[in-house]
Nanobody
Framework: VQLQAYGGGLVQAGGSLRLSCVCS????????SGWFRRAPEKEREFVGA????????FYADSVKGRFTISRDSAKNTIYLQMNGLNSEDTAVYYC?????????????????????WGQGTEVTVSS
């Protein structure tokens, strides 16, 4: 399984970006997918996740209400729509997938459950 993330860039505070993560080697509808980010000199941070069925999504409190995860099975792509961006959102964003299935959303925030990772795409928000 390979993941290719793209869509990052420079955006002004208050603006929007949509990140894409193209999956090859596996159908996105059979794996749970997550987005993480790492800001300069900070630890990797959970952003959000979507279950394999697509029926549930989970978000970090810091992005809830601003970010939305979705997927397009026909394109085998996972998306992260980011609205209302601020300087705290500046980071390298990574997509990841896992065949694991959990009943609780708390598990999807743990980076160790993810088996496959994309290379990251950088988002810079200017104030």
């Amino acid at each position: 399984v390979q993941l290719q993330a793209y869509g990052g860039g420079l955006v002004q505070a208050g603006g929007s970006l949509r990140l894409s993560c193209v999956c090859s080697g596996r159908t996105v509808s059979t794996y749970a997918s997550g987005w993480f980010r790492r800001a300069p000199e900070k630890e990797r941070e959970f952003v959000g996740a979507i279950t394999w069925s697509g029926g549930s999504t989970f978000y970090a409190d810091s992005v809830k209400g601003r970010f939305t995860i979705s997927r397009d099975s026909a394109k085998n792509t996972i998306y992260l729509q980011m609205n209302g961006l601020n300087s705290e959102d500046t980071a390298v964003y990574y997509c990841a997938t896992t065949p694991a299935i959990y009943s609780s959303g708390d598990y999807y925030s743990r980076h160790r459950i993810y088996m496959y990772w994309g290379q990251g795409t950088e988002v810079t928000v200017s104030s």
